[in-house]
């Protein structure tokens, strides 16, 4: 090789890493730090998560899977009973369970990371009902109020008074309870009453609401034992994907009529380094 073209080749690679370097920097291009994998839960909560066939779907499905693509994450999420997800997150290492409904109790058992979506916790029932219902006053805590077992809905409702709670494994077939008139009384997040109502041959129309009984912020949940290293990557991918406007695109998709939480919190247990 002739001296001059041995010069050229050998400026033409230097610029060539700077390139790629430059490149590798760039906001939405950074190789952020390898996350240890995590074994993923959600559950069937439309239109927030749910079971379509084998895979996961729902507009925090969508967000999760974002954060991992920009991650470089490819474990599965599985959709499973509400009880068995939050059961793993507290015993099981290394798990993600969302969405996770925020109380004082629950920062103190694992780190959040959110919000994703804001909901109200309601009170719901029969088409007609609620008059007489909200008639009734303090008296109304006095009557039976159906909830998904284990969920902050059947947490709230205890904390506002109403003691005598029935429990069942799914919103779906709380629902068909309240409309078979075994009960009531419905406590549940606002933005899932019409596609549970959807998904056992109702309409939103059949229901009516009673009172509000607290604002709920949702989040992703990590296991106390999560390394703080892998939870930092997590946190990372949240903030670029709402600042990239991707979050608030698909928030707008599956819940076209409420605002996207824009703000990124975490929210360690106490003595968590």
Sequence with gaps: ????????????????????????????????????????????????????????????????Q????????????????????????????????????????????MVLLGPIAISTTSLYTRKGNATRLNSMGDEMQKLKVGAYRSSIFADTARKKGF????????????ANMLLAKRFDLWVEGSLVVSSVLKEIGHTADDVEKVKVLDSLELYLAFSTSTSPATIKVWEDALRWLKKEGQFARIHQKWLPNEPPPMAVIRLDPPGKP
């Design 66 to 109: 974002a954060m991992q693509a920009h991650i470089g994450s490819s474990q599965p999420i599985q959709v499973v009973p509400w009880a068995r997800g939050y059961k793993a997150l507290l015993e099981e290492p290394n798990t993600l369970l969302f969405t996770v409904g925020r109380s004082e109790e629950r920062e103190k058992l």
């Design 163 to 174: 003691q005598n709670i029935e429990q069942a494994p799914t919103p779906q077939i709380i």
């Design 1 to 64: 090789m002739r001296p001059e073209n041995a010069s050229f080749f050998k400026t033409y690679s230097r610029l060539l890493n700077i390139l790629l370097l430059g490149i590798l920097v760039l906001p939405g291009f950074m190789t952020p730090v390898m996350a240890q994998d995590l074994q993923i839960f959600t559950e069937d909560w439309p239109p927030i998560s749910f079971g379509s066939g084998n895979k996961a779907e729902g507009m925090a499905v969508e967000v999760v």
